[in-house]
């Protein structure tokens, strides 16, 4: 589906990132993932090519405009050409609203938000004569939150709105602009959930890597050029569930 494509996944190191780089070279992509954290990279570098799958590995931080257009910039130089850029990279912090620092606050608007405009614009410089596709992983925090997650619902809320801004903005130059918006994706420790927690969900099953990676696929398909500047909600119909405590 994706042969001689060039396909850039931040954040790709583990989990939900990890799940989508595997998924595109499973889908023939040829795949650049970007992380800050090197040990883990190598991990899944080495996991991945031992399933004879065309990846590679780039260690930055895009939370800093300087590495995000230095990465956009090599891999265009080397590959010729950037087809896809999947922005998941990110962090979650979740802590007091009494407790939250400036450095806080900024580390996670930083990491969450600013790296996605970042590299955004700096692929797009790449795309322009050719087009291409963003997809942007926010999260159903967008729209709905738990108590104490104000740097993260906030920056993901962002990603919901600056997709659509670059939707507009990028679609005279061919470029399409999605986001996800995954509900909970268990990454680790799949086996020891509770039936309540399968329960919680009309999908009656808690979300996998897999299932974001699947709505990637899919915005990211050239023949879906129709579908731009959507939130695709990937939760397993969550948010769409009316809660009341007795």
């Given at each position: 589906?994706?042969?001689?494509?060039?396909?850039?996944?931040?954040?790709?190191a583990q989990g939900i990132g990890k799940g989508i780089a595997k998924a595109f070279a499973q889908?023939?992509?040829?795949?650049?993932?970007?992380?800050?954290?090197?040990?883990?990279?190598?991990?899944?570098?080495?996991?991945?090519k031992q399933q004879k799958l065309n990846v590679q590995f780039v260690q930055a931080d895009l939370s800093r405009l300087d590495e995000a257009s230095k990465v956009m910039k090599s891999i265009a130089d080397e590959y010729g050409k950037i087809d896809i850029l999947i922005n998941?990279?990110?962090?979650?912090?979740?802590?007091?609203?009494?407790?939250?620092?400036?450095?806080?606050?900024?580390e996670i608007i930083n990491n969450n938000l600013s790296?996605?405009?970042?590299?955004?614009?700096?692929?797009?410089?790449y795309m322009k004569e050719t087009g291409g596709t963003i997809v942007n992983v926010a999260s159903?925090?967008?729209?709905?939150?738990?108590?104490?997650?104000e740097a993260y619902s906030a920056s993901k809320g962002g990603i919901s709105s600056l997709t659509h801004a670059l939707a507009i903005t990028l679609g005279n130059y061919g470029i399409r602009v999605n986001a996800i918006s995954p509900g909970?994706?268990?990454?680790?420790?799949?086996?020891?959930?509770?039936?309540?927690?399968?329960?919680?969900?009309?999908?009656?099953?808690?979300?996998?890597?897999e299932d974001v990676a699947k709505a990637c696929l899919y915005l990211a398909d050239p023949a879906n050029d129709f579908v731009t500047g959507i939130?695709?909600?990937?939760?397993?119909?969550?948010?769409?569930?009316?809660?009341?405590e007795h």
């Open positions: 589906m994706f042969n001689q494509k060039i396909v850039v996944v931040t954040g790709g889908a023939d992509g040829t795949v650049i993932f970007i992380d800050r954290n090197l040990d883990e990279g190598n991990k899944t570098l080495d996991e991945l998941n990279a990110g962090a979650s912090k979740f802590q007091s609203i009494w407790e939250v620092t400036e450095v806080d606050w900024n790296s996605v405009f970042y590299c955004s614009r700096e692929a797009a410089k159903t925090r967008a729209f709905q939150s738990e108590a104490n997650t909970w994706i268990e990454t680790s420790s799949y086996e020891e959930l509770r039936e309540v927690d399968h329960g919680q969900h009309p999908a009656n099953r808690v979300g996998k890597p939130n695709l909600v990937v939760d397993g119909g969550m948010t769409r569930k009316m809660i009341y």
